[in-house]
């Protein structure tokens, strides 16, 4: 596809369960963003890869927060033991270090039961 | 420490009429940029503007223009001729540029409203 695409769209896990994420971003963007956004809050920054590495994950809450990116392209937000407190939309963007723009995706919303 | 502040967290504003979104941002180095998104009930991030802090005009984009005024340290976004398909978030953010740095600081965000 043309955008960043994100699955799953929506996501509902009890308390305690790990969960997965994962973001497909726009063909050729070396670039990709994490960010969590809860409810009516703006952007918080999560994590950057350039390529497959993380030269900043600095806004991983705690430990049970980790992300990876295989072969340049996908990435996976894994949240382990999860709380309440971790339910919010959770946003993938990429771009091209060409040009300084940020694209989206249209998030996951995880819910913590 | 950067900071993104927008003290409007809502605004209304007439159909076909012009409205400004306040911006500040706090920042202790010389190259920045900033960026402008909009964010609808569907809830995708939709970028609409950037301004260089060196780019001494200020950026435009149809509807949208930037006011960036760098001594005050602040970046509003102006759209002209609002339509109804204008109500959303609107979020300011901000990026340090040179090389190691990658981290975009956002605001809270203004939520806009468009009246016909």
């Known amino acids: 596809g043309a955008g960043v695409s994100q699955s799953p769209s929506n996501k509902v896990t009890e308390k305690g369960k790990d969960v997965e994420l994962r973001c497909d971003p726009i063909s050729g963007h070396t670039a990709l963003y994490w960010y969590r956004q809860s409810l009516g809050q703006g952007l918080e920054f999560l994590i950057y890869f350039q390529g497959n590495s993380a030269p900043d994950k600095s806004g991983l809450p705690s430990d049970r927060f980790s992300a990876e990116r295989t072969g340049g392209s996908v990435s996976t937000l894994t949240i382990q033991r999860t709380q309440q407190e971790d339910s919010a939309v959770y946003l993938c963007a990429s771009s091209s270090l060409l040009v300084d723009t940020q694209y989206f995706g249209p998030g996951t919303r995880l819910t913590v039961l | 420490a950067q900071k993104i502040t927008q003290t409007q967290p809502g605004m209304f504003v007439q159909e076909k009429e012009a409205v400004t979104l306040d911006c500040t941002y706090d920042?202790?180095?010389?190259?920045?940029?900033l960026f402008w998104y909009k964010q609808p009930s569907s809830g995708e991030m939709i970028f609409l503007i950037y301004q260089g802090s060196y780019d001494e005009q200020n950026a435009t984009e149809g509807r949208y223009s930037l006011n960036f005024q760098k001594a005050r340290k602040s970046a509003n976004l102006v759209i002209s001729a609002s339509q109804l398909g204008d109500s959303a978030m609107y979020f300011c953010a901000m990026r340090k540029l040179g090389s190691g740095t990658y981290k975009y600081i956002f605001g809270t965000g203004t939520r806009l409203k468009v009246l016909a």
């Open positions: 920042t202790s180095d010389q190259s920045y940029g």
